[in-house]
T-cell receptor, first 110, second 114 residues
Framework: KNEVEQSPQNLTAQEGEFITINCSYS?????LHWLQQHPGGGIVSLFM???GKKKHGRLIATINIQEKHSSLHITASHPRDSAVYIC????????????FGKGTKLTVNP | NAGVMQNPRHLVRRRGQEARLRCSPM?????VYWYRQLPEEGLKFMVY????????ESGMPKERFSAEFPKEGPSILRIQQVVRGDSAAYFC????????????FGSGTRLTVV
């Protein structure tokens, strides 16, 4: 079964803290995506990965294909980072559709 | 270059009415995906379309739901005879040549059935 598991489900941090959100998946993928969704808002694509590591500003995404695991890191977290972060994958041999994790709700307090 | 445009942003329908949700992909994008987010649940795939073709509709409910992406104009997700359980956020995403090139998501249409 093609599954995506995220942890933690909820995360509360103080401003300035280093944040890590984890994502595991069950079978081979063609790509993994990290998405951001603010309450009542649209979805923003942060990263698309098939190997290695990507960095954009204070955000870093890594993927380990052998271990079927990805992490999203936020350095020097800020209250505006408060959002739901969603991991999604397109599985090999699939039709291009994304399968989503349940999301991690991040709250960064000032 | 406008992003993925979805309209309306909010839609209220009475039970039994029809809902039409529109999605205009980014310029140059010929692949459109529809996803649904039920309250307190994660996002779920509904349908994947290319111009004039449905590629994968494995996530579409068997009845009342249909989707199209005509040669000209936006992609349409149509829900006939809406029920309360159809209340959800519906997101459209587009891609230039398939998912490996990345997606751009729209802001979503929030459907409320009363």
């Amino acid at each position: 079964k093609n599954e995506v598991e995220q942890s933690p489900q909820n995360l509360t941090a103080q401003e300035g803290e280093f944040i890590t959100i984890n994502c595991s998946y069950s079978v081979g993928i063609s790509a993994l995506h990290w998405l951001q969704q603010h309450p009542g808002g649209g979805i923003v694509s942060l990263f698309m990965l098939s190997s290695g590591k990507k960095k954009h500003g204070r955000l870093i995404a890594t993927i380990n294909i052998q271990e079927k695991h990805s992490s999203l890191h936020i350095t020097a977290s800020h209250p505006r980072d408060s959002a739901v972060y969603i991991c999604a994958v397109s599985f090999q041999g699939g039709s291009e559709k994304l399968v989503f994790g349940k999301g991690t709700k991040l709250t960064v307090n000032p | 270059n406008a992003g993925v445009m979805q309209n309306p942003r909010h839609l209220v329908r009475r039970r039994g009415q029809e809902a039409r949700l529109r999605c205009s992909p980014m310029k140059g994008h010929s692949h459109v995906y529809w996803y649904r987010q039920l309250p307190e649940e994660g996002l779920k795939f509904m349908v994947y379309l290319q111009k004039e073709n449905i590629i994968d509709e494995s996530g579409m409910p068997k009845e009342r739901f249909s989707a199209e992406f005509p040669k000209e104009g936006p992609s349409i997700l149509r829900i006939q005879q809406v029920v309360r359980g159809d209340s959800a956020a519906y997101f459209c995403a587009s891609s230039p040549m398939g998912s490996v090139y990345g997606y751009t998501f729209g802001s979503g249409t929030r459907l409320t059935v009363v």
